[in-house]
C-alpha cells in the first residue's frame, strides 16, 4: 500500500469542506422602507427560503412618510415579502422581491413603500347595473338606443350627424329606398329656431368586466368596446357626462306652420312634387313630404375611464408606487393613473331629427292640384269654343241665303268679346234652307234662273254647314258648362288620411338619419 493511499478520503472530503460555506453563502441587500399611510405602521417581512421552509419577522415601526434602510440576507432561490400593519389591525400590499431580480441589480438600494389600501365604501357593479342606470338617466340614455351593430368607438355620434340640413327644410323622400327625389328646399325668409330646453346630467360607475351578464346588449357592446380601448380586463372606474340641447324650428312672428303650403318660394318645389306622382294610392304608402321641425343635439359628451388591477397574495411592484390601492369587495385593487382617462368625446352632434309629415296634406293637393288643372283646362276649352262660335256665325250671317225673308243681326265688330247668348237665342229659331230645283224650261231666261239658283242653293249649302256646327258647337259648350259647375261644385273625397293627429296640430315624427345627412 502506497504511503498516500490511507489520505485518499480525507483528501476527497476536503474540497467539499471548502465548498460548503460557498453553497451556503447569503448575500446581503439594502432595502429603503417608506411608510406611505396617514398612520404609524409595523413592518414585518416573510423569507421563504428555497427549500420550502419560511420565517416571519418583525422588522421596524414608521411613523406616517418616515423612510428607513434595513439590510436583509438572501440565498440562492429566496423570495422576501415585506408587508406593513397598522394600530386597527389594517394591512397593507404584501411587496414582494425574489433572490434573481436583486442580484441582477445588488448594489441598488430597493424601495418598498408600505400601502394601506384605502376603503372602498361603493360596491362594484355588473353591466346590468350600469344598463339600469343608464336606463333611468334622463340625458344619458341614448347610449342604449345606439345601434350596436354600427357602432365602433361611437363613430355612429362622430361621423353620422355631422351636416345636417337646416331646420325648416323641405325633403322629398322614396321611403323605400330612403333617397331624395327632389334636391332640398331649404328654408325661406320667414323661418328661424331657437334652443327650446337644455339639460345636462352626468353618470358614475364602478363596473366589473365581466361581460357574461345579462345586461342591456347595447350597453354590453359599448362597455366591451370601451375596455377594449383601454386594455381593461378586469375593472373599471366610468363618468359620464353630457348636456343635450333640444333645438327646434320655430316660425316668424308673422307666421306659422300652416301658411308653408302658401308661400310662393314653395310653390315651384310642389309643382315638381307633384310631377314625381303618378298613381297616388300605390305612391301615397311609399313618399314622403317631410318638413324639418327639431333636433336633439348633443352639445358636449365626456366619457372617461380608469382601470383597476387586482394585487395577488404578493406584489412585485414597479419602480412608480400606485396611484391608488383601494380594498373592496372584489378584493385588493391597484389603478396606475389619479384621474380618469378620456376615453370618447364630442360636441355638437346631432343625435335626432324630428320632421312635421306633411304627406296627407301634399297628396290632398295634388288631387286639388289636378281638379285645378282640369277646371282651368275647361275655361280654356270653353272660350276656345264661345270664340269659335262667334266665327261660325260670321260666317251664318255672310252666307245667308235670303236676306230678305231671314234678318240676322251682325256682330258689331267693334265688341272684342260678343256675347254668346243672342248667337244661341238666334241659331235656335233657324232651320237649314232647303235647295230650289233647277229652272227646267226651254224659255230664253231658264239660263239666267239656273245661274241664280245655283248661286242661292251654293249659298245654302254654305249656311246649313255653319248652322250644324253652330249647333254642335253649342251643344259642346252646354256639356262644358254642366261640367264646370260639377266639379267646381264637387268635393274631393278624402282619399289620403290627414296627418293631423289633433286639431291644430301636425305629426311630427323621428325621420331616417341617412336621409337627413347633406352629402
Not at 420550502?52 to 415579502?81: C, H, N, Q, R
Not at 389600501?117 to 344619458?140: A, C, I, M, R, T
Not at 260670321?394 to 235670303?402: E, F, G, I, Q, T
Not at 254668346?420 to 229659331?429: G, H, K, R, S, Y
Request: charged residues 20%; hydrophobic residues 40%.
Amino acid at each position: 500500500m502506497s504511503d498516500f493511499a490511507f489520505l485518499r478520503p480525507v483528501l476527497r472530503i476536503i474540497p467539499l469542506l471548502f465548498l460548503l460555506p460557498a453553497l451556503a453563502r447569503a448575500d446581503g441587500f439594502k432595502f429603503r422602507l417608506k411608510n406611505t399611510a396617514k398612520t404609524n405602521v409595523a413592518v414585518y417581512y416573510k423569507l421563504n427560503k428555497r427549500s420550502g421552509g419560511f420565517k416571519v419577522k418583525a422588522l421596524l415601526s414608521l411613523k406616517p412618510g418616515e423612510e428607513k434602510i434595513k439590510e436583509i440576507s438572501l440565498s440562492k432561490g429566496d423570495t422576501v415579502a415585506f408587508y406593513g400593519q397598522d394600530a386597527e389591525n389594517n394591512t397593507s400590499v404584501s411587496v414582494k422581491k425574489v433572490y434573481a431580480a436583486l442580484k441582477q441589480d445588488a448594489h441598488r438600494i430597493t424601495y418598498i413603500p408600505i400601502i394601506i389600501p384605502e376603503k372602498q365604501s361603493s360596491n362594484f357593479e355588473s353591466l346590468e347595473g350600469l344598463s339600469v342606470k343608464l336606463e333611468h338617466n334622463k340625458v344619458l340614455n341614448f347610449l342604449l338606443k345606439m345601434d350596436s351593430a354600427s357602432m365602433s368607438s361611437l363613430s355612429l355620434l362622430e361621423h353620422n350627424f355631422q351636416n345636417i340640413y337646416p331646420l325648416g327644410t323641405f325633403l322629398f323622400v322614396d321611403t323605400k329606398t330612403n333617397r331624395l327625389l327632389l334636391p332640398p328646399l331649404e328654408p325661406s325668409f320667414w323661418n328661424s329656431s331657437e334652443n327650446y330646453l337644455t339639460i345636462q346630467d352626468s353618470l358614475y360607475a364602478m363596473v366589473n368586466a365581466d361581460r357574461r351578464g345579462t345586461a342591456n346588449a347595447q350597453v354590453a357592446y359599448f362597455v366591451a368596446k370601451m375596455f377594449d380601448s383601454l386594455r381593461v380586463n378586469n375593472t373599471a372606474e366610468l363618468e359620464f357626462k353630457a348636456r343635450l340641447s333640444l333645438v327646434r324650428w320655430k316660425p316668424t312672428a308673422a307666421a306659422d306652420i300652416y301658411q308653408v303650403f302658401n308661400d310662393k318660394a314653395v310653390h315651384d318645389f310642389l309643382q315638381n312634387c307633384y310631377a314625381q306622382i303618378t298613381d297616388p294610392d300605390k305612391e301615397y304608402q311609399r313618399y314622403r313630404l317631410y318638413f324639418l321641425s327639431s333636433y336633439e343635439r348633443i352639445d358636449d359628451l365626456e366619457v372617461y375611464g380608469k382601470q383597476f388591477y387586482n394585487f395577488g397574495n404578493e406584489a412585485d411592484l414597479s419602480l412608480s408606487t400606485p396611484a391608488q390601492v383601494f380594498s373592496t369587495n372584489l378584493g385588493v385593487m391597484y389603478t396606475k393613473n389619479k384621474t380618469l382617462s378620456n376615453y370618447f368625446s364630442v360636441q355638437g352632434a346631432v343625435l335626432r331629427t324630428k320632421a312635421y309629415d306633411f304627406t296627407s296634406q301634399l297628396f290632398n293637393g295634388f288631387k286639388a292640384n289636378v281638379k285645378n288643372k282640369i277646371i282651368a283646362d275647361t275655361y280654356v276649352h270653353q272660350q276656345q269654343l264661345s270664340t269659335a262660335i262667334v266665327d261660325e256665325y260670321k260666317s251664318l250671317v255672310a252666307y245667308n241665303p235670303d236676306p230678305v225673308r231671314l234678318t240676322l243681326q251682325a256682330i258689331d265688330p267693334k265688341d272684342v268679346h260678343p256675347s254668346v247668348l243672342p248667337i244661341e237665342t238666334t241659331v235656335d229659331n233657324l232651320s237649314p234652307y232647303n235647295y230650289l230645283p233647277a229652272d227646267t224650261t226651254k224659255q230664253a231666261s231658264a239660263a239666267a234662273n239656273n245661274y241664280k239658283i245655283d248661286t242661292y242653293n251654293n249659298k245654302a249649302k254654305f249656311f246649313n254647314s255653319h248652322l250644324k256646327q253652330l249647333n254642335h258647337l253649342i251643344k259642346d259648350l252646354d256639356q262644358t258648362e254642366n261640367d264646370l259647375a260639377r266639379i267646381t261644385t264637387a268635393k274631393p273625397d278624402q282619399t289620403f288620411s290627414t296627418s293631423v293627429n289633433s286639431p291644430g296640430l301636425l305629426k311630427e315624427i323621428e325621420v331616417n338619419s341617412q336621409t337627413v345627412k347633406k352629402e
